[in-house]
């Protein structure tokens, strides 16, 4: 499996239009600490969706930040992209690997103990548990994990695969980064406590310093 870097995974969201365009602000978060960019888009047409990303990742480019897309298989092949992130609707990621090949990163969303032991087997490059608070940036059909979940599927994931990177999404701000970092989280997944944010830069960054302080230290 490939060597992931967790700490501040940015998630650029179609629903962020309003705001800037998508690349600008994936390249914010990229010089502001973010270690991974996600594009997701649960709306847009499949042409709109593969121009958007191959934009991401020219903004990206020279940056070292890899970039995945969540979901869309056939748009991180079409675009170039590092990856994809998928949940559990999604193809297989046995499936997306065949078809990626073993460079591309591949990311999974753990949401329950199903999940996990889904995460467990599957030929993945990390995992992403959540939502562990409550988000306005998806609708979410299931009630957040809150911490003692999170930490009951981490230990799961830990227990079996202790060399795999595990985040943790939804609801998170600097203040919680630096919980659940301490609660067992090698980074977090984070849309609206960057990019809703009055000041997204200071944002970013403080996300970033608030998981290297729980983590011990700028390694990661």
Do not use: W
Not at 32 to 43: E, H, L, M, P
Not at 44 to 60: S, V
Not at 73 to 78: E, F, P, Q, S, Y
């Amino acid at each position: 499996m490939n060597r992931i870097d967790y700490r501040l995974n940015a998630i650029v969201d179609g629903s962020l239009r309003d705001i800037g365009a998508l690349p600008a602000l994936a390249s914010l978060a990229a010089r502001n600490g973010a270690t991974i960019i996600q594009y997701r888009d649960k709306n847009a047409p499949t042409r709109l969706m593969i121009e958007t990303a191959q934009a991401i990742r020219e903004a990206l480019a020279g940056s070292g930040v890899p970039f995945v897309v969540n979901d869309r298989v056939d748009v991180a092949l079409a675009s170039g992209a590092d990856g994809v992130h998928l949940g559990r609707e999604d193809m297989a990621a046995e499936t997306a690997r065949s078809l990626l090949g073993p460079q591309a990163i591949i990311g999974l969303t753990v949401k329950n103990t199903a999940d996990a032991e889904r995460a467990i087997a599957a030929p993945i490059d990390y995992a992403c548990i959540g939502g562990v608070y409550e988000t306005l940036s998806k609708n979410n059909p299931d009630a957040p994990l809150g911490i003692d979940g999170f930490i009951s599927l981490r230990a799961r994931i830990r227990a079996a695969r202790p060399d795999l990177p595990v985040g943790a999404i939804a609801g998170i701000d600097a203040a919680r980064a630096g919980t659940i970092a301490q609660a067992g989280a090698d980074g977090v997944a984070v849309i609206a406590g960057i990019f809703r944010s009055q000041d997204m830069e200071s944002a970013t960054r403080n996300l970033r310093v608030a998981v290297d302080r729980a983590l011990g230290g700028d390694r990661p």
